[in-house]
């Protein structure tokens, strides 16, 4: 059973930083690609970053040079760290797993977790 679990979210002022993470199990970690999409209320879900299973990696042009995403395929984990945040990065963060990446999207991803909250304030 594929289990996708994120963590990390939480309250920040505007400025400042936070990392999530994500564990994923029951998958071939190594060998999908892993992405953050994000959704903010009343909004559609969006990419945020993706990264491929040879570590290429591509952004959303809202959260290019202040986010960084990287993986950790020995301890079956995803990273996405976030810097000089905006209040309009406040969403419901998700991590998930997908078998293509094309022209830098994870889209449309298999496996999905339960999100984790970032709130920014001004």
């Known amino acids: 059973q594929v289990q996708v679990v994120e963590s990390g979210g939480g309250l920040v002022q505007a400025g400042g930083s936070l990392r999530l993470s994500c564990t994923a199990s029951?998958?071939?970690?190594?060998?999908?690609?892993m992405g953050w999409f994000r959704q903010a209320p009343g909004k559609e879900r969006e990419g945020v970053s993706c990264i491929s299973w040879t570590a290429d990696t591509a952004y959303a042009d809202s959260v290019k040079g202040r986010f960084t995403i990287s993986r950790d395929n020995a301890k079956n984990t995803l990273y996405l760290q976030m810097h000089n945040l905006k209040p309009e990065d406040t969403a419901m963060y998700y991590c998930?797993?997908?078998?293509?990446?094309?022209?830098?999207?994870?889209?449309?991803?298999?496996?999905w977790g339960q999100g984790t909250q970032v709130t920014v304030s001004s």
């Open positions: 998930a797993a997908s078998y293509t990446y094309n022209r830098g999207s994870c889209s449309p991803a298999k496996y």
């Open positions: 029951g998958l071939p970690f190594a060998g999908v690609a």
